[in-house]
């Protein structure tokens, strides 16, 4: 039994610590672009979680493996370096995509999206897993994600799908039974549907998480702690997987403040209590890779190539004209309008993490309606970036173009990015101002505009804070 690892998480882990056999990692969120363009890994973060309770898991968040495009060798390098590190006996990683197109003319999509489900789709999502678990030095298992959209006549069904691709490539299976729920609720296939196809045996582990209701769909938020449905499905489905090896509560840190320890504890007592192993007992081995090709089987007519799918729904979920007649078809999907309403809201969080006194600035002058639209404006016009730092870096750049009637931005914004350039590359960094820092900071620190700061010009040696949030990918979960 176990955690995720989220900021804000340590007065959980502290008090169920009695409880806990390991804790889960997601690794970007130890990793930092530099200014130089090289991917490093913070250490001091690393450190300290060298005293969280029990051993390690890694589950990534920013390199999935379900689409056209091979994962990024540079983060499967470094995933493979934590695994070995942190001595974890697997990984974890998304069945979906993130990126359409190479690197010339590729964007991302700053959220996970469903892959192709149909016989081409599973052979792209094979080539994607052995591409990336022969290159990690532990096995690998993929997670099964939500689906926002409907349920398409010439798409394979979810869990001969997903079954294909795990069966095809070797690879373990991590149930996400939130997950799962959240795809019955929110109109796909039934959760028994979709268990009654899958190789059970390769679920070496199971997620469980909290949702809301939002717009007329069931989010998967991570929102709180599981619901009395949720831990019914884990009761009767966790005896059933003789492969399991882990099961972990998964919580955003927006709603860990809420979080009521005692609450976590019976949470984690309870799901033990499903999950019967006897203490000192031998697992049994993970099995083997079985390689297999494609079984066969036709999707029917006017199926779209993995290709198209992915140009046209990740155009569409960026709010991108492409007219083609399969986007023509997803644009009537509602699920749409949810994934551009979520992509922004993911996008506008990066860059109140980043961005943090740049964003209260704007709120304070312009207030919330017109901060929306000017987010809004920005997003239509620059696809996602992975990082939230590039984000933020864009945003700048943004701001600087446009130039909005807000006092003191230029130098806000000068330091904002000095603050993240000074964590990103572990070094002090210099800014020029026309303003007072000190009133600035201290002014926008406390929620309250500026009043007539002193003139400059000043120089400033920025050091990091050990506390500004670049690392994460934008839209993780």
């Not at 495009?69 to 070995?84: K, N, S, T, V, Y």
Request: negative net charge; hydrophobic residues 40%.
């Amino acid at each position: 039994m176990g955690l995720t690892y989220v900021s804000g998480l340590d007065r959980i882990l502290d008090a169920c610590a009695d409880l806990l056999d390991v804790v889960e990692i997601e690794p970007q969120t130890l990793w930092r672009l530099r200014t130089d363009g090289v991917i490093s890994t913070d250490e001091e973060a690393l450190r300290r979680l060298a005293d969280l309770p029990g051993a390690r898991l890694l589950h990534g968040v920013g390199n999935p493996v379900g689409g056209c495009q091979l994962p990024d060798r540079r983060h499967i390098a470094l995933f493979g370096e934590l695994a070995e590190r942190l001595a974890t006996p697997w990984v974890s990683e998304h069945l979906a995509f993130n990126q359409v197109g190479g690197k010339e003319n590729g964007f991302h999509t700053g959220f996970m999206l469903p892959p192709c489900q149909t016989s081409s789709g599973v052979q792209y999502g094979i080539r994607s897993i052995r591409a990336m678990a022969d290159a990690l030095p532990v096995p690998l298992a993929v997670e099964i994600g939500a689906n926002y959209l409907q349920q398409r006549p010439n798409e394979l069904p979810d869990g001969e799908f997903i079954s294909r691709v795990v069966e095809g490539s070797g690879c373990g299976l991590l149930l996400d039974l939130h997950n799962v729920l959240a795809n019955e609720r929110n109109g796909r296939c039934s959760v028994d549907e979709l268990l009654a196809a899958l190789p059970l045996e390769r679920v070496w582990e199971v997620h469980l998480a909290g949702g809301l209701a939002h717009r007329g769909y069931w989010l998967d938020a991570h929102s709180g702690l599981p619901d009395d449905a949720l831990l019914s499905l884990a009761e009767r489905i966790l005896p059933r997987l003789p492969s399991l090896r882990a099961v972990l509560y998964e919580v955003t840190p927006s709603a860990v403040p809420q979080l009521d320890t005692q609450a976590v504890r019976e949470l984690l007592n309870r799901v033990r209590s499903m999950w019967p192993v006897t203490p000192g007992a031998l697992l049994p081995p993970l099995p083997t890779p079985r390689l297999a090709g494609d079984s066969g089987g036709s999707c029917g007519e006017d199926t779209p190539t993995p290709l198209e799918w992915e140009h046209a729904l990740g155009n569409l979920a960026i709010e991108r004209d492409t007219n083609t007649p399969l986007a023509r078809q997803l644009s009537t999907d509602p699920g749409i309008g949810l994934l551009r309403e979520l992509i922004t809201e993911f996008r506008g969080s990066a860059l109140t993490g980043t961005l943090r006194y740049t964003l209260r600035l704007l709120l304070l002058t312009l207030g919330d309606a017109r901060v929306r639209e000017l987010l809004e404006a920005y997003t239509r016009a620059h696809p996602p970036r992975l990082f939230a730092s590039q984000e933020a870096f864009e945003f700048a750049d943004y701001l600087r173009l446009i130039r909005p009637a807000v006092p003191w931005l230029s130098d806000v914004l000068e330091l904002d990015c000095g603050l993240i350039r000074a964590q990103l590359d572990r070094k002090p960094y210099t800014v020029s101002l026309d303003s007072d820092p000190t009133a600035l900071l201290t002014d926008l620190g406390a929620g309250r505009l500026p009043v007539a700061p002193r003139r400059g010009p000043f120089r400033v040696q920025l050091v990091d804070d050990g506390q500004t949030a670049v690392g994460a990918p934008t839209g993780h979960f």
